[in-house]
């Protein structure tokens, strides 16, 4: 056995296209664990029905941004996916903030929501609800497969690019046009 292991924690998964999983289908995801043990992500271009007036509307929580009624929740994942997570830049954190990188953090508290309805949240945040989760060894299957592309991860198309558009950036990262991708694998 390899006793070598590459993490790919702060890099996107980027679906190939012949990956037909609906929970999986051209989607980016930022992966934010990545030990022997499994693998944990968030998937960033997919935002949902839900705007934050409509989550801080359940929740409780008064919104005094106007910038931020209309902004989207997305779905991160079939994983927990009632539970609200938050990928955000490092400039603020809240008691359970797991930082992720020197720029990226994630935070899962009505603390971190309350902060950023209020106007007081971090630099550049994306809310979803649910994650992506792989245990030991599945997701190293699933590259292998060819079912993910991987690439460092870009704060840019992370936090600054519309979701419609973070498929695309994210291959160009790597300078692949996927539309130039065959959904066959193997040799022909």
């Known amino acids: 056995m390899n006793a070598f292991f590459d993490s790919f924690k702060n890099h996107f998964l980027i679906s190939m296209p012949h990956l037909d999983d609906p929970h999986f289908e051209h989607t980016v995801i930022y992966l934010c664990e990545h030990t022997k043990a499994g693998a944990m992500g968030i998937i960033i271009n997919r ?19 106007p910038r931020l009624s209309s ?8 994983v927990e996916a009632e539970r609200g997570f938050i990928l955000h830049t490092t400039d603020k ?23 950023i309805a209020q106007g007081n949240g971090p630099d550049a945040f994306r ?24 690439c460092e991860a870009d704060l840019d198309v992370l936090f600054h690019t ?15 046009d996927m539309t130039r991708l065959s959904p066959d694998i193997g040799h022909g």
């Open 47 to 65: 935002p949902s029905n839900v705007d934050f007036t409509e989550l801080a509307d359940h929740l409780g929580i008064q919104i005094h941004s």
């Open 71 to 78: 902004e989207p929740i997305y779905t991160g994942g079939p």
């Open 93 to 115: 954190v809240w008691s359970n903030t797991l930082r992720v990188t020197d720029e990226v953090s994630l935070s899962a508290s009505l603390e971190a929501l309350e902060d």
């Open 127 to 150: 809310i979803t609800l649910g994650c992506a989760g792989w245990d030991a060894g599945q997701l190293e299957a699933e590259i292998a497969n060819n079912d993910w592309l991987v």
């Open 162 to 176: 519309p979701s419609d558009m973070q498929f695309t950036a994210a291959t160009r990262v790597l300078g692949i």
